[in-house]
């Protein structure tokens, strides 16, 4: 059995960390190390990871950086592994994920990458049973498109990838607070994919990963990823024109449910320079009007 370094990012999760790190060790496929990078949590995090006995865990804390891109370069420098593979610390796998991806790859030794479909939840509701649909129960193809189109979604926590990759695709860019979106582009541009269409993951929602100010930076990462593309030529203009328009429009939501309804506005309007026929641009440009009127009524 080849070895499989897996990767799990922490930060202050002292409620959630046990139950994904029990979930990794109960794989059925058990040649693995289990790197868990902590970004500085002053919770009872550390406690907790070393009261589990396991040796195939190497636990290391760094100081609180905020950019997980970061820690995974720095957790890839220290992998043993043939074989690369992440979950975040609130995040569970099915006991068979690991051996099913592993097996794929056996079968099919021309894919880069695999990943999986997910089950997404909240306490101990099924908020999503599938993110993915499809009648068949894996495929092996080309993402690129599908990831540039937004028809599909990667993940993280899903993807194990052959460690080699990393020499084409190159690592997470540090300068962003994620990098997985822009990491994922390049890997699936150079990578054939594994896609195994059954859920494999289980995503957890809660309030501490639901942060408006993280969405927003993910949405510029979204747009600079498009505009590295663009620059490489792996795209036409009006995929990053869309992109751009996208971007706009998800921020002037988050902004609008805050109550910014002048952030909101510039937005849409930012959104409709890129793609002036987004109907549902106009329509939230037209609503943060009433809100703003609204607005000075009650200041009345």
């Given at each position: 059995m080849e070895l499989v370094s897996i990767i799990l990012l922490t930060y202050n999760r002292q409620d959630l960390v046990k139950e994904s790190v029990l979930s990794i060790l109960r794989q059925t496929y058990s040649?693995?190390?289990?790197?868990?990078?902590?970004?500085?949590?002053?919770?009872?995090?550390e406690e907790i990871i070393q009261e589990i006995s396991d040796h195939r865990i190497r636990y290391h804390q760094l100081p609180h950086s905020g950019h997980t891109g970061q820690l995974k370069?720095?957790?890839?420098?220290?992998?043993?592994?043939?074989w690369i593979a992440?979950?975040?610390?609130?995040?569970?796998?099915?006991?068979?994920?690991?051996?099913?991806?592993?097996?794929?790859?056996?079968?099919?030794?021309?894919?880069?990458?695999?990943?999986?479909?997910?089950?997404?939840?909240?306490?101990?509701?099924i908020l999503i049973p599938h993110s993915y649909k499809s009648p068949l129960p894996f495929e092996c193809t080309n993402?690129?498109?599908?990831?540039?189109?937004?028809?599909?979604?990667?993940?993280n926590p899903t993807v194990v990838?052959?460690?080699?990759?990393?020499?084409?695709?190159?690592?997470?860019?540090?300068?962003?607070?994620?990098?997985?979106?822009?990491?994922?582009?390049?890997?699936?541009?150079?990578?054939?994919?594994?896609?195994?269409?059954?859920?494999?993951?289980?995503?957890?929602?809660?309030?501490?990963?639901?942060?408006?100010?993280?969405?927003?930076?993910?949405?510029?990462?979204?747009?600079?990823?498009?505009?590295?593309l663009y620059r490489n030529k792996w795209i036409e203009k009006r995929h990053l024109r869309i992109a751009k328009s996208i971007a706009s429009f998800k921020m002037a939501i988050l902004a609008s449910k805050n109550g910014e309804n002048a952030v909101a506005r510039t937005h849409?309007?930012?959104?409709?320079?890129?793609?002036?026929?987004?109907?549902?641009?106009?329509?939230g440009l037209l609503k943060s009007f009433f809100a703003k009127q609204e607005d000075d009524k009650m200041a009345k």
């Open positions: 040649a693995f190390e289990l790197i868990i990078i902590d970004d500085g949590s002053v919770d009872k995090t370069n720095f957790a890839i420098g220290l992998a043993k592994g043939e992440f979950n975040d610390s609130d995040d569970l796998w099915k006991p068979e994920k690991l051996e099913k991806q592993m097996t794929l790859f056996s079968q099919y030794p021309e894919i880069g990458f695999s990943i999986t479909d997910v089950v997404t939840f909240r306490d101990d509701t993402i690129f498109e599908r990831l540039r189109d937004s028809r599909l979604l990667v993940y990838l052959r460690k080699t990759c990393f020499e084409k695709a190159g690592f997470f860019d540090e300068s962003m607070v994620s990098g997985d979106y822009h990491f994922n582009m390049r890997l699936a541009y150079y990578f054939t994919a594994g896609i195994i269409y059954e859920p494999l993951v289980l995503r957890r929602v809660h309030d501490s990963n639901m942060s408006n100010s993280f969405r927003v930076e993910n949405y510029r990462e979204y747009v600079a990823t498009f505009e590295l849409y309007l930012n959104s409709l320079r890129q793609r002036w026929y987004h109907v549902d641009s106009y329509m």
